[in-house]
């Protein structure tokens, strides 16, 4: 245990982070059994140890950016354990048809209260964009309207909006836009939600997997949801858009990504928060694209996520008393961690935010710089 402790302290340290120091990004450990773990276990035994009160901090966020930007991560070595966690991706679609849903009972059907509770009025999941000092709910108004600008939305397209969420972006589109919106979804609750905010809207949330849609749109969309897909599903992701969208048409896809081409993701966010989640690279994301779309834009605000993780995770704070009787300490403490760790992870401009925009061949050139 000594010598474990004494690895982790001293590695630490090269990132100026302090154990039982006193700074924000220091952290005080409560169980020694913490440095061991970490060092079998790495990301799962870290965000363990949070959920546990094994260890805690003033600035989570911090001191994860910290660890990232000065590659702590890398400190490790990998074990059968890292071989043994990436070996099923390998081998299996973790991401197929039969268990496409799993995500959805896991994660977006724990309760809208929950999401309600630290997201905006449109129920936006994912990056706003800030032009200046804006609101959440402005900066979710601001991307949405980004989106719907490079798609160049009007009142005679018919738009499909794949992983369409609690229907936020399909109303927001239909109202400020005067399109038809066919919102796709496999979420029970969330499609409940969305139906009830998209009423009396020209907007028709279907429960379908995206690789069952059917029809011809003018312009298609995904937000958000393309970290579910899964590396060995690219391919057919981008062959279902490319069947549904006319010739004429733009599809705008919005997704976290990662720098480095990979089949599955961070262990622990795998396990807790998004199973079977892959961020994928723009390696992959142009492979999947090859021979079936041009690539007109790419636009990375990935700076824009970690801004907004720490709105959510102020209000989900400032919401807690209105939760503590549906959530215990556990799920606080890992909530608090996922949301936080993630903004350390785009402040170390690990992770990124990227929005692509793409077109048939033989189409003319859309304007996508609208920013």
Not at 215 to 244: A, L, Q, W
Request: proline share 3%; hydrophobic share 35%; with cysteine.
């Amino acid at each position: 245990m000594k010598n474990a402790k004494e690895f982790v302290v001293s590695i630490l340290q090269k990132a100026d982070i302090d154990v039982n120091g006193n700074k924000p990004w220091d952290i005080t450990v409560h169980n020694e059994q913490l440095f061991k773990d970490v060092l079998l276990r790495k990301n799962l035994a870290l965000g363990e140890g949070y959920m546990l009160k094994w260890w805690d901090c003033e600035a989570p966020d911090e001191f994860i950016n910290k660890i990232l930007t000065h590659n702590l991560h890398t400190e490790i070595k990998e074990n059968f354990r890292d071989f043994l966690y990436i070996l099923p991706s390998l081998i299996f679609n973790r991401q197929s048809s039969s268990r496409a849903r799993i995500i959805a009972e896991r994660h977006y059907d724990l309760g809208n209260k929950l999401f309600e509770s630290f997201l905006d009025p449109y129920m936006q999941y994912s990056c706003g964009y800030f032009y200046n000092k804006e609101d959440l709910e402005t900066a979710q108004k601001n991307k949405m309207d980004l989106t719907c600008k490079k798609l160049q939305l009007n009142e005679n397209d018919t738009l499909l909006d794949i992983g369409c969420g609690w229907g936020g972006f399909a109303k927001y589109a239909a109202e400020n836009y005067g399109c038809k919106v066919v919102g796709v979804n496999i979420s029970e609750r969330q499609i409940e939600y969305a139906r009830n905010l998209c009423k009396d809207l020209p907007v028709e949330i279907v429960n379908s997997d995206y690789r069952e849609i059917k029809g011809k749109f003018d312009k298609v969309v995904s937000i958000g949801m393309f970290e579910h897909v899964g590396p060995k599903n690219y391919n057919e992701f981008m062959d279902t858009v490319k069947r549904c969208m006319k010739p004429d048409g733009i599809f705008l896809l919005h997704t976290i990504g990662s720098n480095t081409s990979s089949v599955n993701c961070d262990p622990w966010v795998n396990k807790y928060i998004f199973p079977n989640g892959s961020l994928p690279s723009i390696a992959q994301i142009a492979r999947a694209a090859e021979n079936r779309f041009v690539i007109e834009d790419v636009h990375n605000f990935g700076p824009h996520y970690d801004r907004t993780l720490m709105h959510w995770h102020n209000n989900f704070l400032n919401s807690w008393r209105k939760l503590e009787n549906d959530y215990d300490e556990t799920f606080k403490r890992m909530w608090e961690y996922y949301l936080l760790s993630s903004a350390g992870g785009f402040r170390a401009r690990h992770l990124q935010l990227w929005q692509f925009v793409f077109t048939h061949e033989r189409k003319e050139q859309p304007f996508c710089r609208f920013v």
